[in-house]
């Protein structure tokens, strides 16, 4: 028999099938289905009730690497969705990545007992899962007209900042556009006030927030809920409409007056393996270093290329631009970092800053 024929048997257990999913879906709307079985399903019967959310579990970003130990690679990860504690859905198995990109989607019919959705993400293990955080999207914050963006995780492990891409469409509503994760601050500096920010630009393609003072931001920090207060790491996009230009944003801060968009960074781990205690990194970073991480202006060859080529997707790589800013846990200047990276021996964790992932040659969406 050909390829891709099938029996009249196998054709008819397969309408059979098809029927019996029809009867499911019909009897109970609560049934939540991938948006493939429901476009089958239509085709069948043009009465077949529609959704009432649609639902794409698109990326996660910034997770921990709960494989860090030598030998163990990178997580792989999975998305649960669960309602009212009950799992409704589940996607595939992302492998080997700290940076898992899903982009599936499925359908709710009902939706009058959901007070919440919990998309939990986790690292799928020879014996387990190791949990890796959740995202908790009450029902009030898409109800009206669903959300599109990237949420940060919780219980993401100390000092981690994940975030899940998600979208929430709702029948008969436009959905708005994806929003990264940024925010947008006017502050007025008084005659006897700074800014009362320092701002890291050693690597003069990016302006990094290295340390709040007292100041117009800082009093701005405390009039607003944390996830509008601007931290330390966050990167500056623009200065009063000025971008891609860090000189004249730097100039705009002399003004009385920023409109500032920041966008927050992007943290993840990486394990290197330096079994060859010979080999450079090949890595050109700022003279002099300054600061608390150190910024890769330039790859060449050695240890970073050599896990670069390793590396499926090009968002798992290290790229230029990015800052080393832990080795094994352990923080500090940039000249000890670099000390730190230089002396190492075998396989060690490596954390990571990315200023966003909009300087990806294509950031896959």
Not at 76 to 86: A, E, S
Not at 109 to 132: A, N, P, R
Not at 164 to 170: S, T, W
Not at 181 to 189: A, C, G, S, Y
Request: charged fraction near 30%; charge should be negative.
């Amino acid at each position: 028999m050909g390829a891709g024929c099938c029996s009249h048997d196998e054709a008819a257990a397969a309408t059979l099938n098809d029927k019996a999913q029809l009867e499911v879906a019909r009897e109970s709307e609560a049934d939540s289905l991938q948006v493939r079985d429901v476009e089958v399903l239509k085709m069948m019967d043009p009465e077949l009730p529609k959704p009432k959310l649609t639902i794409t579990i698109v990326d996660a970003k910034g997770i921990r690497n709960s494989d860090w130990l030598p030998g163990l690679g990178k997580p792989d990860c999975y998305c649960c969705v669960l309602k009212g504690g009950t799992e409704i859905f589940k996607t595939k198995t992302i492998n080997n990545s700290l940076m898992p990109l899903w982009e599936e989607r499925f359908e709710i019919f009902d939706d009058t007992d959901i007070e919440e959705l919990e998309f939990k993400v986790w690292d799928k293990d020879f014996i387990g899962s190791d949990y890796l955080g959740k995202v908790v999207v009450k029902k009030e914050a898409f109800a009206e007209n669903g959300i599109n963006g990237e949420f940060e995780m919780e219980e993401a492990g100390g000092n981690i900042r994940a975030y899940l891409g998600l979208k929430i469409e709702v029948a008969g509503k436009e959905c708005p556009p994806s929003s990264a994760v940024d925010i947008e601050v006017t502050v007025e500096r008084g005659d006897d006030m700074k800014y009362g920010i320092r701002i890291d630009d050693q690597s003069k393609l990016d302006l990094q927030i290295y340390e709040i003072e007292e100041g117009a931001f800082q009093k701005y920090n405390e009039s607003v809920e944390p996830d509008l207060q601007v931290t330390k790491s966050d990167y500056i996009v623009s200065v009063n409409g000025i971008e891609d230009n860090c000189e004249e944003m730097m100039q705009q801060f002399n003004t009385p007056k920023v409109t500032v968009k920041f966008k927050r960074a992007l943290n993840f781990t990486v394990i290197l393996d330096k079994s060859d205690t010979t080999k450079k990194l090949g890595i050109i970073v700022p003279k002099p270093m300054r600061n608390d991480c150190l910024a890769i202006m330039k790859i060449e060859d050695g240890l970073i290329k050599d896990y670069n080529d390793k590396c499926a997707q090009e968002s798992d790589q290290i790229l230029e631009r990015d800052r080393i800013v832990s080795v094994k846990g352990r923080t500090g200047s940039a000249g000890h970092l670099k000390t730190k990276m230089d002396s190492m021996k075998g396989k060690f964790q490596v954390g990571m800053q990315r200023p966003h992932p909009g300087h990806l040659k294509s950031v896959p969406r």
